[in-house]
């Protein structure tokens, strides 16, 4: 162990802006990017679903069918 | 009869996974294994990073950014090059799953080619004196960040699919020829930033425990890409090939859950 | 010829003549894609006369001077081989010490003094502990001593 206490630790030699702040926007990035992985995968299976169920309805099917598409 | 003929060969090649059907469970199954293994690389790089690699003599405890910086920035050269290959393998071979993969990871790229560039702005700083340089090599990366953009700008702005993966391939391609620009600038021009410290050509400047805390990282961002192309890909998969049978069946399967 | 290899051939024969048309403009640019000159290219006048660049070295070993007024620093940079006097006003980065590399940007005047108007460190590839630095400097010294 290289620190003499944790608040030596948060302080890192004076560079805790930089260094926190590194990681702490690599962390929001990454905490970002798999919130969007998540969403993108819902809506696309929303969507799928919702054109599915457009196509099986028939009739009046067709023109859901391109709005949707639209 | 046929089909009878075709099912044991096609189960002993690996390339039956470039069948989107094959490949989409396969992503599924596989994507967990690698976010665990991801989760699990970065708490040990983390604490090789901060508790076992030492203070460096030039710099101090600021150095410690390299931990993220390194990795990242090489990830976001390689992830083109895959990026680039799978683009290459999708024009040659007309495959529909070689330009599916490089749409899936492009957006990952971007994002390491971000953190590769505020990171070291963040460590520019309190070092050289500046966040930024028009160096050779910043300049460079920064162009790398703007490929991204342009590829994923491009093959989500066209409609059709298959013109838009042709599109986004060129650029793949075209902007490949920037990361070997990248990685060599240090050695090509006078720069601001420094030489690579780790290469295949010669022995890594730097301490073991340093060393050892950056390699874990960079494996910890290469589960983690995979992991988050393999999520991207899948629902990918699904709208392409919306219009097949299996696609049908596992939509059923959804339905109700979602 | 089989699509696929023709398909092959011609995404392959972009990709060269891609490569080639970039490495022919990067080798007509290379004046502009460098950062800094070396104080020997500046000697030999090869650095650009009437506007601001850049001049890369080592800050010379005893060479610091800080004037009275507290702002203005007196230090020479050089590549080992040719010496250049620079005087800036302001604050210097914190790597910015006596034997370590720095980047100065400002105009050269006739007197062969360069005015700076930015100051950056320059640092270099390795990293290790203070004792492992230590231990570098110890056989740097030794080595010199027997050299003399």
């Known amino acids: 162990m290289q620190w003499e206490s944790w608040s030596a630790f948060w302080q890192m030699g004076g560079a805790a802006p930089f260094v926190w702040g590194s990681y702490g926007i690599t962390a929001l990035l990454v905490a970002g990017e798999l919130i969007m992985v ?26 859901a069918f391109e709005e949707i598409v639209e | 009869m046929m089909k009878e003929m075709k099912r044991p060969e096609r189960g002993k090649s690996l390339f039956r996974f470039a069948a989107p059907q094959l490949f989409y469970p396969l992503a599924g199954a596989l994507a967990p294994w690698f976010a665990g293994a991801a989760a699990v690389l970065t708490i040990i790089g983390l604490w090789l990073a901060f508790f076992v690699a030492p203070t460096d003599a030039q710099q101090g405890e600021v150095y410690r950014v390299i931990f993220i910086h390194v990795p990242a920035a090489w990830m976001s050269m390689f992830v083109y090059l895959i990026m680039a290959f799978w683009s290459a393998v999708g024009l040659v071979m007309n495959t529909r799953l070689s330009f599916m993969m490089a749409r899936a990871l492009a957006p990952t790229g971007a994002m390491f080619c971000v953190v590769a560039l505020v990171t070291g702005a963040l460590w520019g700083k309190p070092t050289w004196g500046a966040y930024w340089v028009w160096d050779a090599r910043l300049t460079s ?10 590829f994923m700008a491009l093959t989500e702005a066209i409609e059709d699919p298959r013109r838009a993966d042709k599109a986004g391939a060129i650029i793949a391609l075209v902007g490949a020829v920037n990361v070997p620009i990248i ?36 494996l910890a961002s290469w589960a983690y890409t995979i992991a988050v192309t393999l999520w991207r890909v899948r629902p990918l998969i699904l709208e392409r090939e919306r219009h097949a049978e299996w696609v049908a069946a596992e939509l059923d399967a959804l339905e109700g859950r979602i | 010829m089989k699509p696929r290899s023709k398909r092959l051939l011609l995404v392959a024969g972009a990709v060269a003549l891609l490569v080639g048309a970039v490495a022919l403009v990067l080798n007509a640019f290379q004046q502009n894609l460098v950062f800094f000159h070396t104080p020997t290219e500046v000697a030999e006048g090869k650095a650009p006369v009437g506007r601001a660049f850049r001049i890369g070295g080592m800050v010379e070993t005893g060479s610091i001077r800080r004037a009275a007024d ?37 105009t050269l005047g006739p007197d062969g003094q360069f005015q700076a108007s930015e100051v950056l460190a320059k640092h270099d590839e390795n990293y290790m502990p203070p004792e492992a630095q230590h231990a570098v400097d110890q056989a740097k010294k030794a080595a010199q001593t027997v050299a003399q």
Request: without cysteine; charged residues 20%.
């Open chain 2, 183 to 218: 990685y060599f600038s240090v050695k090509w021009w006078n720069t601001l930033h420094q030489g690579a410290s780790v290469s295949l050509t010669k022995a890594p400047s730097m301490a073991a425990t340093m060393l050892a805390g950056m390699l874990v990282m960079a």
């Open chain 1, 38 to 63: 998540m969403h993108r995968r819902k809506d696309a299976l929303r969507r799928l679903l919702r054109l599915r169920r457009a196509r099986a309805g028939g009739g009046s099917g067709r023109r």
């Open chain 3, 70 to 106: 507290g702002v203005t620093v007196q230090f020479a940079i050089t590549d080992t081989a040719k010496v250049i006097p620079v005087s800036y006003k302001g604050s210097l980065p914190d790597l910015f010490s006596e034997g370590k590399g720095a980047v100065v940007q400002g």
């Open chain 2, 141 to 150: 990366q920064l162009l790398l960040l703007f490929l991204y953009f342009g």
